[in-house]
T-cell receptor, first 112, second 117 residues
Framework: AQSVSQHNHHVILSEAASLELGCNYS??????LFWYVQYPGQHLQLLLK??????LVKGIKGFEAEFIKSKFSFNLRKPSVQWSDTAEYFC??????????FGPGTRLSVLP | DGGITQSPKYLFRKEGQNVTLSCEQN?????MYWYRQDPGQGLRLIYY???????QKGDIAEGYSVSREKKESFPLTVTSAQKNPTAFYLC????????????????FGPGTRLTVL
């Protein structure tokens, strides 16, 4: 069965710091990869997705993620975080025709 | 304004009562899903539906039931058999089921927080 792990449960950063959130999955075949964000009091929304092609994917609000197939990883990055990035971030994976599997989430707190 | 609506936002019920959570989408998506979100556990799939009048159990279907009588609607009933029903419930939809056509993301509703007293 597929599984998704996220390295950190809670990350605390100051504004302008760089961000990297880890995501690893266990599945040997072709996968689709996603990062979702849940801002306080709001619904889950898609930050970025990878289906195929360039492994460096750019998303909304200055976020990007890199798919490294050999490491089964899809880490999320942002060069300079803002207070408004405070949210919970979920990595998700699905193989074609199979269930979406979500990681446990990483809570990001950005201090002003 | 396309999207997914869930109602109510907060729901309180007494133990032993069944309760139905509403989910409506106007995105013309074929596939719909129900997830349960608990702190530190991510999202776990309860039920999913590929088309009208068809639905399948997900990973944690025990104590839940669904129906899909219309394309745009996928209500979830939390029955008294669900041992730990207090949770945040999320409804989602996608163009096709699990990206069968080559990859598609899910769109989520705002969620319903159910508290059983």
């Amino acid at each position: 069965a597929q599984s998704v792990s996220q390295h950190n449960h809670h990350v605390i950063l100051s504004e302008a710091a760089s961000l990297e959130l880890g995501c690893n999955y266990s599945y040997g075949g072709t996968v689709n990869l996603f990062w979702y964000v849940q801002y306080p009091g709001q619904h889950l929304q898609l930050l970025l997705k990878y289906f195929s092609g360039d492994p460096l994917v750019k998303g909304i609000k200055g976020f990007e993620a890199e798919f490294i197939k050999s490491k089964f990883s899809f880490n999320l990055r942002k060069p300079s975080v803002q207070w408004s990035d405070t949210a919970e971030y979920f990595c998700a994976v699905n193989a074609h025709g199979q269930n979406f599997v979500f990681g446990p989430g990483t809570r990001l707190s950005v201090l002003p | 304004d396309g999207g997914i609506t869930q109602s109510p936002k907060y729901l309180f019920r007494k133990e032993g009562q069944n309760v139905t959570l509403s989910c409506e989408q106007n995105l013309n998506h074929d596939a719909m899903y129900w997830y349960r979100q608990d702190p530190g556990q991510g999202l776990r799939l309860i039920y999913y539906s590929q088309i009208v009048n068809d639905f399948q159990k997900g990973d944690i279907a025990e104590g839940y039931s669904v129906s899909r009588e219309k394309k745009e609607s996928f209500p979830l009933t939390v029955t008294s058999a669900q041992k730990n029903p207090t949770a945040f419930y999320l409804c989602a939809s996608s163009i096709d089921l699990f990206g069968l056509a080559g990859g598609s993301e899910q769109f989520f509703g705002p969620g319903t927080r159910l508290t059983v007293l």
